[in-house]
């Protein structure tokens, strides 16, 4: 049976750098952000790249549902399915979530909004996806399948014991080779990611935070704060390592 690693995050935070660390596995396959072609379809947002991300994903949520629970690429023992929290618009069932090994990655929305207006120049609160994890992890809960819930900046201070927490909970070994990837594009980085992941491409492994001023405009700042009880109401539900 092959496990499949459902984490849930919104944009901007270390979602890109963690999937790395899992298709590092030897026995890991992973999908980045598979309904985010169906999104873009969807709502009509122009995000960069959009024209591109459609053609090239597949916009029908069902296929991508049937996908997803369907048979593991190559048969990997775990699949590591990075998504956005956010692309789960309000008409997409969520029966198959059930079937999966559910994980929340969240960060500050202060630390989010400043990254994300360096690629986009508006946002709204929903663009942040913290809302629907709250919403998820609700959902999730009153059916006793709480997932964990990973603070990027708590992780960031100790990524490997982190790792080694979760691969416990899933049930499966850790493996050192989470720790550090090589540079560059991989073949399963989405078509956006020359819009995104500059970054990432540049790294080799997990980076300490480093405290900053975070100084936001006049819209932005206003979206943080809206966000900021959902982040709030989470971080009390964090994965804490006595």
Not at 26 to 34: Q, R
Not at 78 to 107: A, F, S
Request: charged letters at 25%.
């Amino acid at each position: 049976m092959t496990v499949r690693v459902a984490m849930w995050s919104g944009p901007r935070n270390i979602s890109t750098a963690m999937m790395r660390a899992w298709e590092n596995r030897p026995d890991c396959a992973v999908s980045d952000e598979p309904l985010y072609a169906h999104y873009l379809a969807h709502t009509g947002l122009d995000h960069p790249g959009r024209d591109e991300v459609i053609a090239d994903g597949e916009t029908d949520c069902d296929a991508v549902v049937a996908a997803l629970t369907g048979p593991a690429p190559g048969d990997a023992p775990v699949w590591y399915q990075k998504h956005m929290t956010h692309h789960l618009l309000p008409h997409i069932d969520h029966g198959w979530i059930h079937q999966l090994r559910n994980v929340l990655l969240i960060r500050d929305p202060r630390e989010v909004v400043a990254s994300y207006v360096k690629s986009r120049a508006h946002v709204e609160p929903d663009d942040i996806g913290l809302r629907q994890q709250v919403q998820l992890y609700d959902e999730l809960a009153a059916s006793c399948d709480a997932p964990p819930v990973i603070d990027s900046g708590d992780f960031l201070r100790a990524p490997e014991a982190h790792l080694r927490a979760l691969c416990a909970w899933l049930g499966i070994g850790f493996s050192e080779r989470m720790l550090r990837w090589p540079k560059g594009p991989r073949d399963s980085d989405g078509i956006w990611a020359p819009h995104w992941y500059a970054h990432v491409w540049e790294s080799t492994g997990f980076e300490a935070p480093q405290p900053r001023i975070i100084e936001l405009a006049d819209e932005a700042a206003a979206v943080a704060e809206a966000c900021l009880p959902h982040y709030w109401h989470l971080h009390a539900l964090r994965m804490r390592l006595d």
